[in-house]
């Protein structure tokens, strides 16, 4: 649109009136904004405790530059980025560069210092006249950054301040802009400057400030404004982002930095933007006479070496640490000490300390064969693959090869390096950490020692590696979030491989806060304890706190989630009540998701069309559960009362007869009290094919079946499963070839009927289907018959009942009898204990609620009964996989490989996700023994190859083997 230059100029004043007193789009805002989202949460006080001392400890010993003046890299690091990032990702184009002059810097740079002080008559006093320049004298006294004086840098700041980067091109829109620029420059000359302007930017001169930017930046634009827009120059918006990035970096030093927005604002380099930072502040590049190009070059092949596919182990967690590492090198106790090779050391191994992690633990690389465990004899497999690897880059980036070879450096460094990343093997932790406690109890440490240095520097590591629960709970809780997403992805592997799920794997069994939880009681606590033992200061003072507080908010959640499944399991219950009261014939539902009731959400959201797949536990007829297990609560009552005693048997006579439909489908025994839990609990894999029952759909269906079930005398109707294939001939000879007794009260029914009650209303075509096979069994009146019910009713084909099928329309009276034979028979057989086999001990360590009624029978099929059949014994122990296996189980394991597992004869692994009750922990030995599975690796390592292995590790081998 054409405007006419009065117009324009109005416009321009109407705008110019509308920003006054705006703060919108200046670095405070940004700042805020950052602040806010992220790490740099000013208005945190515990964070804010430490910043005086971390102020006080910023400054580097020796001729290294404080942090403050720290965030300029050099230029000839800048051939390595993309073109257009590169002449601004480094830190030294950045405004501040400009402003930052000292005496030395050209006139132009001092000039645009001035307008902050005073107006024009200022802009060309030297910042030695400036207040704010002589603050910063002590910074200044480190060697000058060779590209302080560039004339090509100079420009570069001093196009960035340009408001021509502002999309409108208008010199209208100008004002915020320097306004941007000015605010943003005077918080980079002091970071608590900032805070201040962010706190309370009533009480800064602010006005002032940015009238004397506004007339400058203005003149400037007028002058420049025409040629670049940013429509055309996109890479004028890296100029932006690298105000982010070098605002990040000028406050790295402090305890509350975030990775996560360095990782942003960034682009995805927060890896070598921050190392190169750090290096710079340190001096390191011209201590040592590094080609910071080289340096460049390392860090990126740093940078890629880390897995972005990684949720944690990744270069942000990288970057993280050699943040935290970077301020415990600021800490006095330990800076005034160090040599620069020691502290380039320290840096080198915090950045390459994962290198290549695959994402997996040692114990799955033993598992799963991995090269990379046979390299290392199974010996800190990751820490070692982790420094070899930094040396390669070290070599490949040729950074160390004007290190001075007659001195020994590179050795010592190198030697160093090493022997830093494999102090952060977790597992050693205790070996570390005694050694560290006998110093601390016999205040031994001398700092002056190169050994007793090593030390520190190896605890400082291991600190920093494991010091994101210390960091403020925002950042944390991501940290946690993502190292939990990695275990949950390597269970998933393990279960995709038939491999046994390390329990803290289990994102089916275990839940992010109880991992946090005991992770920061048994890992993080100890060390950290340790380490502000050591240090006593603010740091570790806010280390330690930001630790207990967090460990608070997961203990809190770790409630909220119990209390949340009890609550769930009592709405299941209700709600199945509800559902049972409304009526049989609305709950005869011919589809079998209708009998199911609302799965408890909380671990794993119900997929709908997967249920039948893996989320599908209530598949037992609702007749059963209300009558049994729902619908009196009584019965419930005396039902857990009779579990601790041990419950006379009852004999089997006819039940008395209930008016309720459910109550007669769901034939109970009738014990002389009827405290006898009576419920039939059906996994539901067994149900889940089986459309038989659930196929009633009329009342007159079921009064036909509940007849015939009646009469028969205390039956409880199940449906069978029907996979997978058993061994037909053994199952048939075994039933064949033994005689059929009659009656034994106490032993198992187990028979098949042929349902043609069932047949009137499905029809010829399903006669013979499986599903029209039912198993009308006896109610067993004590844990042992109920536990032999289950196995038998996991165990018993349809295929074999089918094949062993009786006329095509049994009678009641001639399934009686049947039943009665065999149970006889079985009971006469003297059958091992089933506890023998471990296979049947395992439980899923938290089942989710909806399995919750079922959990006191899962552990009374541990306690196997003394009267088992035999072919049913010999089911379990060699179709353990599947007959065992539940609805939510992921798939199954392969029978050698369970049998292999059995052996082992450990807690630690949930087979099959097979439930088992953790033995509590009580020390980060054991904690830590839970995760890395380390006392099966042996073991483990003789499992066969696999060909399937995640895609990390398959790009490691490949790596490797090339
Ligand atoms: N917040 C956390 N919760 C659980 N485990 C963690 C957490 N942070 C770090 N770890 C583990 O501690 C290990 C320390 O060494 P790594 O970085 O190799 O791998 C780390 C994770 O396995
Ligand atoms: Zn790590």
């Known amino acids: 649109m054409q405007r006419c230059g009065f117009c324009s100029v109005l416009s321009g004043l109407l705008r110019r009136a509308m920003c006054v007193g705006s703060r919108r789009g200046s670095s405070e805002s940004y700042y805020r904004e950052l602040g806010d989202q992220d790490t740099l949460k000013i208005e945190d006080k515990s964070s804010d405790l430490s ?13 290294h530059d404080s942090p403050r003046a720290s965030p300029r890299s050099s230029p000839r690091v800048t051939p390595h980025t993309s073109p257009r990032v590169t002449p601004h990702t480094s830190p030294g184009t950045s405004p501040r560069s400009s ?78 802009m320097s306004r941007r620029t000015s605010r943003f420059s005077q918080s980079d000359i002091h970071p608590d400057s900032l805070e201040e302007k962010v706190h309370g930017s009533n009480n800064t001169p602010q006005k002032n400030l940015s009238a004397g930017r506004f007339l400058t930046m203005h003149k400037r634009r007028k002058k420049r404004l025409i040629t670049r827009s940013l429509y055309i120059e996109k890479a004028l918006l890296d100029d932006l982002s690298l105000g982010q990035v070098q605002c990040i970096l000028n406050n790295s030093y402090k305890w509350k930095f975030n990775a996560f927005t360095l990782e942003n604002v960034s682009g995805g380099r927060c890896l070598p933007v921050l190392c190169v930072h750090l290096f710079q502040m340190y001096g390191l590049l011209n201590h040592f006479n590094l080609d910071a190009a080289k340096a460049w070059k390392l860090f990126s092949l740093i940078e890629e070496g880390y897995h972005s596919t990684n949720p944690y182990h990744n270069s942000i967690h990288a970057a993280d640490v050699t943040q935290a590492m970077h301020c415990f090198l600021q800490q006095k106790r330990i800076r005034d000490h ?13 950045i390459a300390h994962d290198l290549d992690h695959p994402g997996v633990n040692q114990p799955f690389l033993i598992a799963t064969s991995n090269h990379l465990a046979a390299l290392y004899q199974n010996t800190s497999v990751l820490e ?36 830093l990343i494999l102090a952060t093997d977790i597992t050693r932790q205790q070996e570390y950490l005694n050694h560290f406690k006998n110093h601390l109890d016999m205040n031994t440490l001398d700092m002056r020692k190169q050994e007793h240095r090593h030390l520190v520097l190896q605890i400082a590591l291991k600190c920093a590696d494991i010091s994101n629960p210390c960091r403020p709970w925002e950042i944390s809780r991501k940290w946690s979030l993502k190292v939990c997403e990695e275990f949950f992805r390597q269970g998933d592997y393990e279960r995709k491989l038939n491999l046994p799920v ?37 740091l570790s003072s806010q280390m330690l706190n930001n630790l207990l507080f967090n460990q608070q908010k997961w203990e809190t959640l770790v409630l909220e989630e119990q209390a949340q499944e009890t609550r769930t399991e009592i709405s299941d219950a209700d709600a199945a009540d509800d559902d049972l009261d409304t009526g049989s014939d609305t709950n005869m539902s011919d589809s079998s998701e209708l009998l199911l009731p609302p799965r408890r959400c909380s671990l794993n959201p119900v997929r709908h069309n997967a249920f039948k797949e893996q989320l599908r536990r209530f598949s037992v007829p609702l007749n059963v559960f209300q009558d049994s297990k729902f619908k009196n609560r009584e019965r419930e009552k005396s039902r857990a009362s009779s579990l601790a005693e041990p419950r006379p048997r009852c004999s089997r006579s006819p039940a008395p007869s209930e008016p309720s439909l459910h109550s007669q489908l769901s034939v109970r025994g009738h014990c002389e009290h009827q405290q006898e839990p009576t419920e039939r609990v059906l996994s539901s894999e067994k149900l889940l094919p089986d459309s038989s029952i659930a196929s009633i759909t009329t009342p007159v269906q079921a009064t036909r079946l509940n007849t015939v079930l009646k009469e028969g005398g205390s039956w409880k109707l199940v449906r069978q499963q029907t996979f997978p294939p058993l061994e037909s001939t053994s199952r048939e000879h075994s039933l064949a070839s033994r005689p059929i007794h009659t009656s034994n009260e106490d032993s198992i029914f187990l028979t098949r009927v042929r349902p043609d009650f069932l047949q009137f209303d499905q029809g010829p075509s399903q006669r013979d289907s499986k599903g029209h096979q039912l198993v009308v069994r006896d109610i067993k009146k004590t844990d042992t018959e109920e536990s032999s019910e289950s196995s038998a009713e996991a165990s018993e084909p349809p295929r074999l009942q089918k094949e062993n099928s009786e006329p095509q329309k049994p009678s009641k009276k001639e399934s009686t009898t049947v039943g009665s034979q065999l149970r006889d028979n079985l009971a006469s057989m003297p059958l091992p204990p089933l506890e023998s086999d471990p296979l049947l001990q395992r439980r899923r360590k938290s089942m989710p609620a909806d399995v919750f009624p079922f959990t006191p029978k899962e552990r009374k099929v541990r306690e196997v009964p003394p009267v088992f059949p035999q072919f049913v014994h010999r089911t379990f122990s060699e179709k353990e996989s599947w007959t065992r296996r539940r609805g939510s189980a992921p798939l199954p394991v392969a029978p050698s490989e369970l049998r292999g597992l059995a052996s082992l004869g450990s807690p630690r692994h949930s087979v099959n996700g097979g439930r088992r009750k953790p ?14 599975l380390s006392i099966q690796e042996r073991r483990l390592q003789k499992f066969p190859r696999r060909s399937s292995l995640p895609v990390e590790v398959c790009r490691h081998t490949n790596a490797e083997d090339t």
């Not at 400890?57 to 020796?62: D, E, F, K, Q, V």
């Not at 902050?116 to 200044?140: I, V």
């Not at 009580?922 to 023994?929: G, M, P, Y």
Request: proline share 10%; hydrophobic share 25%.
């Open 338 to 350: 160090l040599t620069p090779l020691e502290i380039m050391g320290s840096l080198l191994a915090a």
């Open 502 to 538: 390390t329990a803290l794997c289990d994102r089916h069994t275990t839940s992010i806060p109880k991992i946090q939880t005991g992770f920061f009681k048994f890992v993080v606590t100890p060390l950290i304890s340790e380490w502000h033992r050591f240090l006593q200061n603010d």
């Open 384 to 419: 070692n693959h982790h420094w070899r690897s930094a040396m390669s880059c070290l070599i490949e980036s040729g950074l160390l090869d004007q290190l001075p070879s007659s001195h020994g450096l590179r050795a010592t460094l190198e030697k160093q390096i090493s022997s």
């Open 99 to 176: 402003r930052r002059t000292s005496p030395r810097t050209s006139s132009r740079t001092s000039r645009r210092d001035s307008p902050r002080t005073s107006p024009r008559p200022s802009r060309r006093a030297s910042p030695k006249t400036s207040p704010r320049s002589s603050r910063r004298t002590s910074p200044r006294t480190s060697p000058r950054p060779f590209w302080r004086t560039s004339p090509r840098m100079y420009s570069r700041a001093f196009r960035w301040t340009s408001p021509r980067i502002s999309p409108q091109s208008s010199p209208r829109t100008s004002p915020r």
């Open 919 to 932: 033995s509590p922990i009580v020390s980060c030995q054991q904690w830590l023994a839970k995760a890395t």
């Open 51 to 63: 910043d005086d001392a971390e102020e006080e400890t910023s400054l580097c010993h020796g001729n």
